[in-house]
């Protein structure tokens, strides 16, 4: 068989293979405290003064050092881990979790970052360093970039350390360019770093007790739940069936 069946192979049955186990990478409670000290630097930058302080020093540096600094690459760039995750699939360098159960999870993160950062952008109604509008924090560029970032560390770390390293060095580049557009300030993208890691880190915590509850047996009863996929015609569906 050449390269190229191979790889069709290889996406086939990750494309269309049910879910199985849901693999985790280092997402465990205490894995939480990094990004949970990220969001609360954040929320103390609306009380603590130095930490605000801080904020506008490192403005004022940009506004000194690259004032004419202009760009809309992170746009692009807040993407560019989630699309790396599917990339390699594609090419046959398949990840730790199945696509069904990959997706499942990277539509998760988004709900809980969704339901954190982007609510709370309404709430504390922080004015932008430009003063275009008072959604500054935290920041949701950054937190996009932080979520793709660790969840391309949880599908391929385990194949390579450079995989969430050139992921989280996206979405670092990713913050820097809010804060030199003058988009949000420091405490902003911090934040938003810890959101985005955060979201990620408890959709794989979460996801396995979500997934065994439609995908199981009954230990007391025997009587299966079973979600499967099926593709046909261009379309893929799923049937839920439970053993009565």
Not at 40 to 46: I, K, P, Q
Not at 112 to 128: M, N, P, V
Not at 166 to 192: E, K, P
Not at 210 to 239: C, E, W
Request: proline share 4%; aromatic share 14%; net charge positive.
């Amino acid at each position: 068989m050449g390269a190229n069946a191979q790889i069709v192979d290889s996406v086939k049955k990750d494309l269309f293979t049910a879910p199985d186990t849901v693999k985790h990478l280092h997402s465990t409670p205490l894995s939480l405290a990094i990004p949970t000290g990220l969001i609360t630097y954040g929320v103390l930058s609306f009380a603590v003064n130095p930490i605000r302080n801080f904020d506008y020093t490192v403005n004022n540096e940009i506004v000194r050092t690259a004032p004419n600094f202009n760009t809309k690459t992170e746009n692009f760039f807040q993407f560019a881990p989630i699309i790396m995750v599917y990339g390699l699939n594609l090419v046959g360098v398949n990840g730790k979790n199945t696509f069904i159960d990959r997706t499942a999870l990277l539509g998760l993160s988004g709900a809980f970052l969704g339901a954190s950062a982007y609510i709370t952008k309404s709430a504390t109604h922080r004015l932008r360093p430009n003063g275009s509008d008072y959604l500054s924090f935290p920041s949701g560029h950054t937190s996009t970039a932080f979520l793709g970032a660790e969840f391309l560390a949880q599908e391929y770390t385990g194949k390579s350390v450079w995989y969430g390293l050139i992921g989280y060095g996206i979405a670092a580049t990713t913050g820097a360019f809010r804060l030199y557009n003058h988009d949000h300030w420091f405490s902003d993208v911090v934040a938003g770093a810890g959101y985005g890691v955060l979201s990620t880190k408890l959709s794989y915590l979460v996801y396995p007790y979500i997934r065994n509850a439609l995908t199981h047996t009954n230990n007391k009863t025997g009587k299966k739940t079973v979600l499967t996929p099926s593709y046909q015609d261009g379309t893929m569906s799923f049937t839920f069936a439970k053993e009565l």
